[in-house]
């Protein structure tokens, strides 16, 4: 009833969808506008073209934003290789 946020804690997308599905119906039954609600989700940093395909798949699914989890491991440089992968 109150959120701005919904954040998915999961990978596959169709789950995403359906989960997604039950919120736009929650909206609906009391008179919310789903849109008001950032839905986001977290994929993990492993590679630049495992990112990118984790990516397109969740922009195609809708999440209105993606977090992305780094390996503690890594450097701070892997900041660069991520926004280069995705710029």
């Given at each position: 009833?109150?959120?701005?946020?919904?954040?998915?804690?999961?990978?596959?997308?169709?789950?995403?969808?359906?989960?997604?599905?039950?919120?736009?119906?929650?909206?609906?039954?009391?008179?919310?506008?789903?849109?008001?609600?950032?839905?986001?989700?977290?994929?993990?940093?492993?590679?630049?073209?495992?990112?990118?395909?984790?990516?397109?798949?969740?922009a195609t699914a809708g999440v209105?934003?993606?977090?992305?989890?780094?390996?503690?491991?890594?450097?701070?440089?892997?900041?660069?290789?991520?926004?280069?992968?995705?710029?």
């Amino acid at each position: 009833r109150y959120a701005s946020h919904w954040n998915f804690a999961g990978q596959d997308m169709a789950e995403f969808a359906e989960c997604r599905a039950v919120l736009h119906d929650s909206c609906a039954a009391i008179g919310r506008d789903p849109a008001e609600i950032t839905c986001s989700a977290l994929t993990n940093y492993t590679s630049d073209d495992e990112l990118r395909t984790a990516v397109a798949a969740m922009a195609t699914a809708g999440v209105d934003l993606v977090i992305v989890g780094i390996p503690k491991a890594e450097s701070p440089t892997v900041i660069e290789r991520v926004a280069r992968a995705l710029a």
